[in-house]
Structure formats: structure tokens, C-alpha cells
């Protein structure tokens, strides 16, 4: 037993552990994406205005970020509720992107990643609608 535990206590075995998580293509994921945007309602969806969905593995964390931020989503852009009338002379559209790993890492079944990516694609698509993180929460959207 290493000397910094207390004896009585598990001992932990080194070298590689049991993988956490569940295991999902790439294809699959997306289709549980696409599935999750399918089921944002039409007349929300319409209202939606110049954002593209992404799918990437996982959030590289940039300069003065936490190094040890997990995000499952992330949305870049101007949300409606901020442009003005000069907004679409040239603008890229927003960016959603939804990350694959972190998603599956606190998944257990397919059902809770579909559900995780339906829940994680909703709050970024709030995000677009300029609906914060406090609102998110209170919600429900968290």
C-alpha cells in the first residue's frame, strides 16, 4: 500500500483502468445530433438566422482557459437578441459546435447520450437566441 494512504483504505491499482463512458461511432453521434436538431420545432427553427452546427471530438482549451475545461457544447457568435441592422453586411455565420468525447465520457447508454446531445444542442440554440447560462439553469437547460 503506498505510504501516503491511511492503511484500511482500497487501494487503487495502478496501470490502466476500465475505460468510463459509452462507446458510439462518429456516424452515430452525428446521426443523434442531426436527431436533436430535428427536433428543435419549426417555427423555431426558421427563426434561426446564419448559424452552422459542428460536431468536433473534443474543447482544446485556448489561451487563458482553465487548461482542465470539459465542454459538451459551445456556441461563437452574435446572438439575435444583439444585432443591430449593420449585423448581415458580411458576417460569418455563428458556430455551435457540439463536442463528441466529453459527451460520451459522462454517458453511461445510448439513450442517456441521445439525451445529453438533445439537451446539450437545445442549450446552445438558446444561446443563439441570447438566452444566458443563469436562464439555462433556472429552466432546466443547465
Known amino acids: ?9 482500497p487501494i487503487i491499482p495502478e496501470g490502466p483502468h476500465e475505460p468510463r463512458g459509452f462507446t458510439m461511432s462518429p456516424d452515430e453521434f452525428e446521426a443523434a445530433v ?10 423555431l427553427a426558421r427563426a434561426m438566422d446564419n448559424v452552422a452546427v459542428f460536431i468536433e471530438d473534443d474543447y482544446e482549451p485556448r489561451p487563458g482557459d482553465d487548461p482542465d475545461t470539459v465542454l459538451l457544447g459551445l456556441y461563437e457568435g452574435v446572438p439575435l437578441t444583439e444585432r ?14 457540439i463536442f463528441r468525447e466529453p459527451i460520451l465520457d459522462i454517458c453511461d447508454s445510448r439513450g442517456d447520450v441521445i439525451h445529453e446531445v438533445a439537451v ?7 444561446h443563439h437566441f441570447g438566452i444566458s447560462d443563469e436562464r439555462l439553469h433556472e429552466l432546466g437547460w443547465g
Open 34 to 43: 442531426s436527431d436533436a436538431l430535428d427536433s428543435i420545432p419549426t417555427k
Open 1 to 9: 500500500m503506498p505510504e501516503s494512504l491511511p492503511p484500511g483504505l
Open 120 to 126: 446539450t444542442v437545445v442549450h446552445e440554440i438558446a
Open 84 to 97: 443591430d441592422s449593420w449585423w448581415d453586411a458580411g458576417s460569418l455565420p455563428d458556430r455551435i459546435t
